[in-house]
């Protein structure tokens, strides 16, 4: 079992950046894909990025990059996601997920273990 806590999050204006993290607790990750994902109001929830545990191999969404970074820190069992340059339309509530193959990397379902999210919201 994984166990993922999610903070961060916060009420921010348009224009700011914000860092999420993300503590991983529970069995030792070793090849599992960590990924955040992302769901506003009435919309599905959604891939932002993802990062290989065990290296640097990082996966994107197309509508954040360059301004989204993901990075983590194997000593302190944590994931980031860096945001720049924040808008309104990223208002949502951001998960971090655990995935335990190498497969459906941008697919919720293939995600095992959740967190509760953290709630960003950016005003205009």
């Known amino acids: 079992q994984v166990q993922l806590v999610e903070s961060g999050g916060g009420l921010v204006q348009a224009g700011a950046s914000l860092r999420l993290s993300c503590a991983a607790s529970?069995?030792?990750?070793?090849?599992?894909?960590m990924g955040w994902f992302r769901q506003a109001p009435g919309k599905e929830r959604g891939f932002v990025a993802a990062i290989k545990w065990s290296g640097d191999n990082t996966v994107y969404a197309d509508s954040v990059k360059g301004r989204f970074a993901i990075s983590k820190d194997n000593a302190r069992n944590t994931v980031y996601l860096q945001i720049s340059s924040l808008k309104p339309e990223d208002t949502a509530v951001y998960y971090c997920a655990a995935n335990s193959g190498v497969v459906g990397i941008r697919v919720a379902a293939f995600y095992s273990y959740w967190g509760r999210g953290t709630q960003v919201t950016v005003s205009s």
């Open positions: 529970g069995r030792t990750l070793s090849n599992e894909y």
